[in-house]
Each structure stands twice: as C-alpha cells, then as structure tokens.
C-alpha cells in the first residue's frame, strides 16, 4: 500500500497537481493507494472546482477515487478552512491524525506533496 499525503493547494503550484498523477498512475499499476489530504492540500477536494486554462485537480482526484483510492481529508485542517464534509466530493471523508498514523503504519511506501 502507498499513502500520498498532499498538503499543497490546487492551482497555486504544481505539487498537488503531480501528487494527484502519481497516485492516479500507481493505481494504474495496480497498487492500493491511499490519499491523505492535509493543510491546504483539503481544497483538492473541494465541490464545483472549474479552472480556466489549467489541468482541473478535481477531475484527477475523481479519478483516483473511482481507480480505487481512499481519501481522507484532515479534519481540523477543513475546519480551520471553512469546509466541512458538504463541501467535498463524494468518496472523500474527513478524518483525524490517528487515521493517518493508521495509514502509514499499514503502508509500504509514504510519499509527502
């Protein structure tokens, strides 16, 4: 199993954007992925995202999901953002830093966007 934890915002720069095709390529080849979206990496989850003239991250992370992966997204971290679980996409589920010890603990490979 692989944990990508994206902490990185969609748009502002390019690491959540390679975030996202990493995990969408490692479930390509088969592996179980886990995405944990963390600080500003939470608004990659966000509804109604539809960007001008750049890769839209929403559509990726839909991918993702029907690929396979599951996403958290840190609870206090969407909570200090004004976001709560209304306002993700389906397949996406808040959780706790305890979830993410969970992961990493269960994973083979972490991987830090």
């Known amino acids: 199993?692989?944990?990508v934890?994206?902490?990185?915002?969609?748009?502002?720069?390019?690491?959540?954007?390679?975030?996202l095709r990493f995990a969408?390529?490692?479930l390509v080849e088969g592996e179980d992925v886990k995405i944990f979206?963390?600080?500003?990496?939470?608004?990659?989850?966000?509804?109604?995202q539809d960007p001008d003239e750049v890769?839209?991250?929403l559509e990726l992370l839909k991918q993702c999901i029907e690929q396979g992966a599951e996403v958290k997204a840190c609870g206090p971290c969407s909570k200090a953002r004004g976001l709560s679980e209304d306002d993700f996409i389906?397949?996406?589920?808040?959780a706790t830093m305890h979830d993410l010890v969970s992961w990493?603990?269960?994973?083979?490979?972490v991987i830090f966007f």
């Open 55 to 57: 890769p839209n991250h």
């Open 24 to 26: 969408l390529t490692a």
């Open 5 to 19: 934890i994206i902490s990185q915002a969609p748009y502002g720069r390019e690491r959540a954007y390679t975030a």
């Open 104 to 109: 990493v603990k269960e994973s083979d490979n």
């Open 90 to 94: 389906d397949g996406v589920e808040i």
């Open 1 to 3: 199993m692989i944990t």
């Open 37 to 48: 979206l963390i600080e500003d990496g939470v608004y990659l989850a966000k509804r109604d």
